[in-house]
């Protein structure tokens, strides 16, 4: 079979399993999870939606529910019920090699079953989406990725969904980076969906948590030199650790953190039940190393 032909067989075996999203808030992607009409996608897309439409490939309509949602992770799952959609199949994409041919099958900017090709370019990156939301492990690739595609399924010349296209890359001055895509690896979003689908929620999130809300300090320059912190939730790891309101942090885990964006990244990086060191500045009290126990990021 040819690359071409290869192409082909799984575009035609994918769309099926790839739906339209629509809220009052825009347009996104969905991949069908299971035979039950649930749909994974990623929470950006139906946040705050009151009502959610779904149209499959082949135009036909359904109305879904919000199941349930991980902000964190940036995924949700919407119930279609009484239908007969088809169920993607998933890969491990924890066997994924950079290098790897994967289509990006979608409705960016509404063209509604859109295909794009690229490669793995990178696996485990950890990337800031914005609004605190931290993604580790994403796959880094190179196939388009455009507003609509979010929810959508990277798939592998096998047919198989590898990820979930949730952001492109963009540099503030530049705007968006051609050809820098993220994606949610699929071992990720089958185990969120399973528990949402469960539960109605997601409860062992792995991702860890030192209980502390914090905002980036800036110094008479306007350059910012850590984050300040904001609130400590009682009974927590940095509250147990001796960090209060006012200290700021300025390193972790030998990392240096100058804004949020920073800290979010350090701690993405940090597998809950462990510990890590943090450098803080006490106001008045100068600098010092305090050791953390690292939480898992409560349920919800």
Known sequence: MSLQDAFI???ERVRPSVVQIQTESGLGSGI??????????????????TTIEIT????KRFSGTL???????????????G???????WANSGTLKVGAIVLAVGNPLGLQSSVTDGIVSAVDRTVSEGAGITLPDTIQTSAAINPGNSGGALVDLSAQVVGIPTLAAADPALGAAAGIGFAIPSNTVTDIASQIIANGRVVNSHRAYLGVRTSTAVDSANVPIGVVVTT???????ASAGIAVGDLIVSVAQKQIRTTTDFALALADIMPGGTTSLTVITP???QRT???????LPAG
């Open 9 to 11: 067989a799984v575009v």
């Open 32 to 49: 069908v999870f299971d035979g039950r009409g649930d749909i994974v996608t990623n929470n950006h897309v139906v946040a705050g939606a």
């Open 56 to 59: 499959t490939a082949e135009g």
């Open 67 to 81: 199941l349930g949602s991980f902000s964190a992770g940036d995924l949700a799952v919407v119930r279609a019920s």
């Open 83 to 89: 239908t007969d959609l088809r169920p993607a199949t």
């Open 232 to 238: 400590v939730a009682v009974g927590g790891p940095a």
């Open 284 to 286: 008045g009290q100068g």
């Open 290 to 296: 305090v050791t953390a126990a690292i939480a898992q």
